[in-house]
């Protein structure tokens, strides 16, 4: 069989993470082409990164968006498909990846389903409300997906036809609750930052109604409940968010 001719580019943007990025780039032996973006590392994460590419840019990014834009700039594939440190491409969506790019026409994105892991733990119901996803745009072809500029969770502008993929992304999103709490203290700072920066962090009545909202939607319409407790506390953290970005940006400063 002859050699595609039809180039695929992974980007993985991370920091610090030296105990997740061997495994993430070792998924990605399928691919053309790889590229690591390093923002702000002080581990061992350079290191790891060049056993695998010598495509590796590093910098300071004080915003996500533009950190993300920047690994999506340096991609010379005719597809490319994003990961974070934390998840991993098993063998059967890698497959799917390299078939579905053989045929597909540009521009075009493609939403690629999530198995989130907490610990050893499966969580595939309850995601949403900016705390997780179940699915999202992961492989587009070049200028077909855009970052916005925000610290934490940028919006993204998406040019082409809309597709899916059928199998998932595994993702290592937490290690056990602990780490779950950890993470919503560091999207909370992030986001009350961005809050501050717009001049506009709402009312406290606005976002206590988000809080029941949003608990609403993870637990109840995306069935969290089928999850027993992480279902439970996904749906908490997730109403949890604006409500304590909003309380740190109005009770706190830099």
């Known amino acids: 069989m002859a050699p595609s001719q039809v180039r695929l580019s992974a980007v993985v943007v991370a920091r610090n993470e030296e105990a997740q990025l061997d495994d993430c780039l070792a998924c990605l032996a399928f691919a ?23 495509k590796v840019i590093e910098g300071a990014w004080e915003l996500e968006g ?6 999506l700039d340096a991609a010379t594939g005719d597809w490319i498909l994003e990961l974070d440190a934390d998840e991993r491409v098993p063998a059967e969506l890698a497959a799917e ?3 579905t790019i053989e045929t597909a026409s540009a521009p ?28 999202t745009v992961r ?13 934490v969770h940028p919006g993204v502008t998406l040019k082409g036809d809309r597709r899916w ?15 779950m709490i950890h993470r919503l203290d560091r ?18 009545p606005g976002n206590i109604r988000r809080f029941y909202g949003r608990f609403f939607k993870c637990y109840i319409m995306r069935k ?20 304590i970005s909003h309380l740190k940006a109005r009770l706190e400063r830099d």
């Open 32 to 54: 053309d082409e790889i590229v690591v973006v390093l923002d702000r590392s002080t581990d061992r994460s350079a290191e790891i990164a060049r056993r695998h590419t010598d």
């Open 66 to 71: 533009p950190r993300r834009n920047t690994a």
């Open 97 to 99: 990846i390299r078939a």
């Open 108 to 135: 075009a994105f493609y939403l690629i389903p999530f198995d989130n892991y907490i610990g050893r733990t499966r969580v595939r119901y309850g995601w949403g409300g900016s705390w997780g996803v179940s699915a």
């Open 139 to 151: 492989l587009s072809s070049p200028g077909a997906k855009r970052w916005g500029n925000d610290r």
């Open 165 to 179: 993929l059928t199998h998932r992304i595994d993702h290592y999103v937490d290690r056990d609750i602990s780490d």
């Open 187 to 204: 999207y909370t700072e992030a986001r009350a930052r961005d809050l501050r920066d717009s001049g506009n962090i709402g009312t406290l």
């Open 224 to 243: 969290g409940y089928r999850e027993g407790g992480y279902g439970f506390l996904n749906a908490l953290f997730a109403g949890l968010f604006p409500l």
